[in-house]
């Protein structure tokens, strides 16, 4: 399959994501400043750079797993099915758990996956998502942290793909299709 031209502009640069990341982990470590060991739970794969930088940004006693899932458009988008694909490897009853995830965009997954983790009764459960783009929203849900609030643009770098590229870009950037760019100084 050939893959149509686009370049990347970038949208949120390395440095200001780390220096973000600084202040999130600050509010995180205040929030479970009453628990020993935190559970993060990273969604695949998309928050793979995102938890790295943030665990050792956290600087507690933590513990990694990782879940996947995936939400397939059965029919009209907002009865959207979230299939999970990966499970968790441990137990998350009565433990203090952080999920974090790289966009939350129309809410169906973070939705679905935390439906699924409160049902096994953890003690405490939050949730963080790097970008959050509110105009998308179908599911009434917000992370209870969000690094980034961006506008509707299919983005990229920093974990996130497009067609399984482009996750290793130090930064966000946006895609844009060659064949849409306006043209400088075309006819109206
Ligand atoms: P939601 O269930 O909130 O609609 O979808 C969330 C998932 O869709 C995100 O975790 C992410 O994996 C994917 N997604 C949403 N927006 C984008 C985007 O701009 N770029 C990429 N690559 N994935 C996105
Ligand atoms: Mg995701
Ligand atoms: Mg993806």
Redesign the pocket.
């Known amino acids: 399959m050939t893959q149509r031209p686009y370049h990347i502009e970038t949208m949120i640069s390395a440095k200001a994501i780390a220096a973000r990341i600084e202040d999130l982990a600050k509010e995180i470590r205040q929030a479970y400043r009453d628990t020993d060991k935190i559970v993060v739970v990273g ?1 695949l794969r ?1 928050s793979f750079v995102f938890i790295a930088d943030l665990v050792r940004e956290l600087e507690m006693n933590v513990e990694v797993d990782f879940l996947e899932a995936s ?1 397939y458009g059965s029919g009209t988008e907002s009865s ?1 099915e979230v299939k999970i694909l990966k499970d968790l490897r441990g137990p998350i009853e009565g433990r203090d758990v952080l999920v974090v ?10 939705s679905a996956v935390l439906k699924l983790l409160q049902s096994r009764n953890p003690r405490k459960l939050e949730t963080i998502a790097l970008l959050d ?1 509110p105009a ?1 929203r179908e599911v009434d849900l917000k992370a209870t942290w969000t690094g980034f609030e961006i506008p509707d ?4 770098g920093y974990g ?3 067609a399984q590229a482009n996750r290793n870009l130090p930064f966000i950037g946006s895609v844009v299709f060659d064949d849409e760019v306006p043209e400088a100084g075309g006819k109206a």
């Open positions: 969604l998309g939400s959207r995830e790289d966009i939350v965009d129309t809410g169906h997954t973070l783009k998308r643009a299919f983005v990229v996130i793909d497009f």
